[in-house]
């Protein structure tokens, strides 16, 4: 007897880097974070991003002319450190980049969600001391750049989970009143509304319940990506 034919569906099935959730949901649920993550940072930390480095530049800028309540040495760190992380992450990459990239991203994203929750911890431990600040301000630019570096090699359009600028300019020039067809709209749009969700429910928590909680829920909803991440777009 001759075996029976597989169904795309059998195929994917027995394809380990098919199992799980598709990349295009993790990278949405990682921009959610972004936006919990930058929440925290800049309305709790002094007005530093550390997930946005394009909006940190302008804000180094601001602060070294003297604008009030803005910090040199904040978004420095914050600079350097997300910096640093970009470095492990472009390690990362040509460590597992050739391999599996269900386990690349699954073990990117776990580095990602222990770094964020060891600043919930610190955060709950000790929210009022200044260490804190530069503490909170490390971890998190650090697992942002980590973050980044391995998105960016991913390489899934329109996803870049940090940033909007590019996404925004996408949507409008390539919309039918731009003269496109339009047909990534739908996941450019997806982008836009999981960082302003993001950065909503990030306000909400530190605005009634302090720096920890964002954080906690930051590291719990990244560690709950790692292990449900697939390899396929």
């Known amino acids: 007897m001759s075996a029976e034919p597989e169904t795309p569906e059998s195929q994917e099935t027995s394809d380990p880097e098919a199992r799980g959730l598709r990349l295009v949901a ?3 649920g990682l921009t959610v974070v972004s936006g919990l ?8 930390l002094g007005h530093v991003f550390t997930a946005n480095m394009t909006g940190n530049v302008v804000v180094l800028g601001f602060a070294a002319a003297g604008a009030p309540g803005f910090s040199v040495p904040h978004t420095a760190t914050s600079l350097c450190c997300f910096l640093l992380g970009a470095v ?25 969600a222990v770094l964020v929750g060891a600043s919930a911890v610190i955060a709950f431990a000790a929210p009022h001391a200044t260490a804190t600040v530069y503490a909170l301000i490390a971890l998190t630019a650090f697992a942002m750049g980590l973050r980044n570096a391995t998105v960016r090699k991913l390489g899934i359009a329109d996803l870049t989970t940090t940033v909007l600028t ?5 949507l409008a020039s390539d919309s039918k009143a731009g003269g496109g067809s339009g047909h990534r709209s739908p996941r450019r749009s997806a982008s836009v509304v999981a960082m302003a969700v993001g950065a909503w429910l990030g306000a909400w928590l530190v605005l009634d319940h302090g720096l920890g909680m964002p954080l906690l829920v930051a590291a719990a909803a990244v560690g709950l990506l790692a292990v449900v991440a697939s390899g396929r777009e």
């Not at 993550?37 to 709790?44: E, Q, R």
């Not at 492990?88 to 990602?112: F, N, Y």
């Open 37 to 44: 993550i930058d929440a925290v940072s800049y309305l709790g």
């Open 88 to 112: 492990a992450g472009g390690r990362v990459a040509r460590w597992r980049g050739e391999g599996s990239r269900r386990t690349w991203a699954r073990l990117t994203l776990a580095a990602e």
């Open 166 to 170: 590019m996404t925004l300019t996408g």
């Open 26 to 28: 993790v990278l949405l």
